[in-house]
């Protein structure tokens, strides 16, 4: 892969999950010495999404309510640094 890329994880309650897809997100990122910004866009969550993420050193974008996985992606593109972006899911479901 050329160049830093832009990952894009839109959540919605996923407070229990979300720090352990950004550690594991990240240490794939910096053995394979790939420049990054993790962004997660917070999807109107009623738990503690957001915080749990930005513990981990991820850029949180967060809707004001519920607007779905679609407009998340939007928002996480559009504010997106890099080119490239990546995109995954908050809850590990891809490894």
């Known amino acids: 892969m050329n160049g830093p890329v832009s990952v894009i994880i839109p959540a919605y309650n ?3 999950g979300i720090e352990g897809v950004i550690r594991d997100l990240e240490k ?3 053995q394979e010495r790939i420049p990054n910004e993790v962004i997660v866009v917070d999807d109107g969550s ?4 957001a915080p749990a993420a930005e ?9 004001a309510k519920n607007r779905g996985y ?10 997106a640094k890099h080119e490239l972006i990546v995109i ?6 891809y490894p």
Do not use: F, P
């Not at 995954?88 to 479901?93: E, H, I, L, N, P």
């Open 14 to 16: 996923e407070e229990s």
């Open 28 to 30: 794939i990122l910096k």
């Open 46 to 49: 009623v738990d503690g999404t």
């Open 55 to 63: 513990r981990s050193g991820a850029r949180v974008i967060r809707h």
């Open 70 to 79: 679609g407009a998340s992606l939007k928002t996480g593109i559009m504010a």
């Open 88 to 93: 995954t899911d908050a809850d590990g479901t």
